[in-house]
């Protein structure tokens, strides 16, 4: 059973957990018992998204401890969270690992493999200030991808659409460091404000971020 890693955020109730995708879907249907719901969303979805789908399920019954598997459904902006439950919940995945967390406040995942692109994409993504804390020369596309990742968790924390990442999502200046680390962000749109702590990590051959207020 590959959870390759899982714990409670320092100084929170939150908790992270991380799957790397090696089973067939066999298992994950044997574990999981999908209701009929469940089943029929599964059934409109291919390919390798269906193992995604499964993985990071798999992972909140791991988080959520309880007789009976708490079942993972959206609202009406697409945001996950538990079926009779108050707890928060965030998922993600990228290629072969899936990643959740769940907590009593907001709370946001991300996880994405490094790849060299996002270099081109960072404009679309972060505003002048924020590309300017960028080292240009060190660790350039793993700053960038916690800062995508950081976004991503802020937009999920978030949960609802019409965001714009270069004025709605703010990140402050931080130095990237291999060994992870913390900065602050902030979602301000309309009457909503609200900063979050950032915590990044390399894991494998992808980068891990979670937010929390």
């Not at 320092?10 to 719901?37: K, V």
């Not at 002048?128 to 968790?153: G, M, S, Y």
């Not at 965001?163 to 979602?187: M, N, Q």
Request: aromatic share 8%.
């Amino acid at each position: 059973m590959p959870l390759i890693h899982q714990d409670k955020i320092t100084g929170t109730t939150a908790q992270r957990a991380l799957w790397r995708i090696e089973e067939p879907e066999e298992w994950f249907l044997e574990q999981l018992q999908l209701s009929l719901a469940e089943q029929a969303e599964l059934e409109s979805i291919k390919g390798w998204r269906r193992m995604e789908w499964l993985a990071v399920r798999q992972l909140v019954a791991e988080l959520v401890s309880g007789a009976e598997r708490s079942v993972l459904v959206k609202d009406e902006y697409g945001k996950p969270h538990l079926h009779n439950s108050s707890l928060y919940v965030s998922i993600s995945h990228s290629h072969h690992l899936a990643a959740a967390m769940v907590g009593e406040t907001m709370i946001g995942i991300d996880i994405q493999k490094i790849v060299e692109k996002i270099g081109r994409l960072a404009p679309r993504f972060l505003s002048a200030a924020e590309l300017d804390f960028i080292n240009p020369v060190q660790q350039r596309i793993e700053h960038l991808h916690v800062c995508w990742c950081a976004k991503e968790a802020l937009y999920k924390a978030y949960g609802k659409r019409e965001i714009d990442f270069c004025t709605h999502l703010l990140l402050d200046p931080f130095v990237y460091s291999p060994a992870g680390g913390e900065f602050k962000g902030r979602v301000i749109k309309g009457d909503f404000a609200a900063e979050f702590e950032l915590r990044y990590v390399m894991i494998e051959d992808c980068m891990l971020v979670t937010a929390m207020v």
